[in-house]
């Protein structure tokens, strides 16, 4: 059950990973470093102090007769740093196998006057001298051919202090890092401010971005705006395009209808008419679809009961199974012709796909239902989120016959979110879908 | 049209015969195949027709010949159909019927405060085109009977404002009260024939204002969906009676405005 560590996602995030892997890379090998050098200068300043040592014992010894050499050797010893003579040589060379004392011989041989090309002979010696771990035994030549044989506690280096150091250098990391966050918020803000735009265009009023900041920025934020501006160039000259051909196309139809209507042929007649119906219909659906908006219908007192009344007596009168139930007396403030053809746009559907439309108007607080149920199949829960898309079919529908342009519920769910209503749609339990209408009461309504 | 034996009123002969036997219209249209069929249409139904392709001809045609009605197409070449309207209105009385195919609410309501008597948009039937033809000269008619009284869209009764350009019915309250075409024409026989008792054969005769349609719902099933629409609660004072035996009959007074 081990838990995966996730890597960072954000900018913010990513960067301050990579500044503190950094950042402690740098530290350990500037620490390590550090430490190598001042263990060096460490090591230099003991052997210059050895060396020191020897030369002034060297030095001493060999300007004293033999028989003094001995007592002088005394007085120059000290805990750490033993000193006697011998005139013979009695420390055994071990710097052919150590480098570490080649390289000790070498640094002596430079730092102590007149040994030139004399012997010295060096080796480490466990014994313990006054307590320290670790002795350096050796002996050089004098003039004379005798030795001076010392023995050198090597102490360990002490470090000067580090920690000084490491505070210093942690302050400095962490001006970097607040450094380094200061320039990613300028570079987050407005990347999210990218973002949120992009998400507000085609949903809410587009956003404008500022195009202020670094030169990166604002490219990236003209560009965005520009974008944006081409995009609804582009739709505006797409919807101009479908409404000019559209409207457009009433002309000869109206010219069809009227030579339909001269026609001695009665059954001609009968089978041209249907088709230029829905011809008609499908230019004004479309029309009023992309007309949408602009549409400047004033909102007026409407008897909202007398409107439902006449869309189901045209459906009875038409065949089909409608009923109306409800109160009788309903005002409201609404776009009558508007709500009109939402209202009929729906109680069409349910006759010509559910075989019939029952009609009920409620009274809720603040606000009137209209239910429209029918006894079709409904729709299948995976299309009702999809059926308000324009001209979007059920394939169910799409057979000659059911004509419609796939525009009806889009219209009427427009059309009454402009009346700051609602329209939402639903299968029923017993089967059958139903359509159901919110409309608020407002000030002026009476139900 | 023979009048059944059901009528009452001595002045109900008067009622079907207030058109002039062969009603001169003049389209002004600039689409030559459009005037043609336009001339057909209603020359089939007893009009005379003129055309016109432009504001100038349509000038020319109106000093030489009695024209009765002008039906006038809005997308005109050169000066546009509305200042033609505008221009027409301010110089004669004669009724005007505007026709476009760009069926905005804003142009209907816009060519109505021009001074248009109707609006039709395009494209129409045959029917409603000749159907609102009648309409509208049996209403200029019906002013010109009545010179003193005022001229205007709106008829007053019993609270309700009828707006005879708009085809709109205002309850008392100030509701608008959507009816069917069938009914609109229904009630607008009753408004012009007040106080008079109209029997069923007559309530069809002046109501059928698509001439080509079979007409199912009788008279009858008309005028109650009317009534459902304008009566008040039942036991309130009604505004169409039924007359056993004869028809109907529209009781309150009519004002214009």
Not at chain 1, 384 to 399: C, S, Y
Request: proline share 5%.
């Amino acid at each position: 059950m081990t838990l995966r560590p996730s890597w960072p996602t954000s900018l913010a995030g990513r960067t301050l990973l990579l500044l503190l892997v950094t950042a402690l890379v740098i530290y350990a090998g500037a620490v390590l470093a550090y430490r190598v050098i001042a263990t060096d200068s460490a090591a230099e300043a003991r052997t210059a102090q050895l060396a020191g040592r020897l030369e002034t014992a060297a030095h001493e010894i060999a300007a004293l007769g033999p028989s003094a050499r001995g007592a002088a050797a005394r007085s120059l010893s000290s805990p750490s740093f033993r000193v006697t003579w011998s005139d013979a040589p009695l420390v055994d060379d071990a710097s052919a196998g150590d480098a570490e004392l080649l390289a000790l011989c070498q640094q002596l041989r430079a730092l102590v006057a007149g040994v030139g090309a004399h012997t010295i002979h060096l080796r480490w010696d466990e014994h313990a001298v006054g307590g320290s771990r670790s002795v350096l035994a050796g002996e050089v030549e004098i003039a004379d051919g005798s030795y001076v044989v010392f023995s050198a506690a090597m102490l360990p280096t002490a470090l000067p202090a580090v920690q000084g150091v490491l505070i210093a250098v942690s302050l400095g990391f962490a001006a970097i890092i607040a450094v380094a966050l200061f320039l990613l918020y300028g570079i987050n803000a407005p990347l999210r401010r990218l973002a949120l735009a992009a998400d507000h265009y085609a949903r809410d009023q587009p956003i404008v971005l500022p195009e202020r900041g670094p030169r990166e920025v604002v490219q990236a934020e003209r560009a965005f705006n520009a974008m944006q501006r081409r995009i609804q160039r582009l739709i505006a000259d797409r919807t101009q395009a479908l409404a000019a051909v559209s409207h457009d196309l009433r002309t000869p139809i109206a010219r069809m209808r009227l030579r339909c209507d001269l026609l001695a042929d009665m059954g001609l007649k009968a089978e041209i008419e249907p088709d230029l119906a829905e011809m008609e219909a499908m230019i004004e659906t479309t029309l009023a679809y992309l007309r949408g908006d602009e549409d400047n219908e004033a909102p007026r007192l409407t008897d909202l009961i007398a409107l439902l009344t006449t869309l189901v007596d045209a459906a009875v009168d038409a065949g089909h199974a409608a009923s109306l139930s409800g109160p009788r007396h309903c005002v409201l403030m609404l776009r009558p012709v508007s709500v009109k053809r939402a209202f009929a746009n729906l109680i069409n559907n349910a006759v010509t796909h559910g075989g019939c439309a029952r009609v009920v108007v409620d009274r809720e607080p603040d606000a009137v239902r209209v239910t429209i149920d029918d006894d079709g199949p409904g729709i299948p829960d995976a299309e009702i989120g999809r059926v308000f898309e324009p001209f979007h079919r059920l394939d169910a529908a799409r057979g000659r016959g059911t004509g419609g342009t796939g525009l009806g519920l889009t219209i009427a769910r427009q059309v009454f979110a402009r009346e700051d209503g609602l329209l939402v749609l639903s299968n029923r339990s017993e089967g059958g879908l139903r359509a159901a209408v919110t409309l608020p009461l407002g000030a002026r309504g009476a139900c | 049209m023979a009048l059944t034996s059901e009528q009452t009123s001595p002045e109900s002969s008067r009622v079907l015969s207030e058109l002039p036997p062969e009603p001169h219209v003049l389209a002004v249209e600039d689409d030559a195949v459009m005037r043609r069929l336009i001339a057909r249409t209603l020359q089939d139904s007893g009009f005379q027709v003129s055309g016109a392709r432009n504001g100038q001809e349509m000038w020319d045609l109106l000093a030489r010949l009695p024209i009765d009605l002008v039906l006038l197409d809005l997308m005109l070449p050169g000066v546009g159909g509305l200042d033609l309207c505008r221009t027409l209105r301010g110089k004669s009385t004669i009724p005007i019927i505007i026709v476009t195919a760009r069926g905005s609410e804003t142009d209907r309501v816009l060519g109505l405060e021009l001074g248009a008597d109707d609006y039709l948009p395009k494209p129409f039937s045959g029917a409603e085109l000749v159907a609102r033809i009648r309409a509208v000269l049996r209403r200029s008619r019906m002013e010109a009977a009545q010179p003193s009284a005022p001229r205007g869209r709106h008829l007053h009764f019993a609270g309700w404002t009828m707006d005879l350009a708009r085809r709109d019915l205002i309850s008392p309250e100030g509701a608008t009260v959507d009816l069917s075409g069938a009914e609109y024409d229904t009630l607008l026989a009753f408004v012009e024939h007040p106080h008079r008792v109209l029997s069923r054969d007559q309530l069809l005769e002046l109501s059928r204002n698509r001439a080509g349609e079979v007409f199912d719902r009788s008279v009858d099933v008309l005028v109650s969906r009317l009534r459902k629409k304008i009566e008040p609660e039942a036991g309130d004072q009604a505004i169409i009676k039924t007359v056993r035996g004869s028809g109907y009959m529209f009781v309150p007074d009519i004002t214009r405005s």
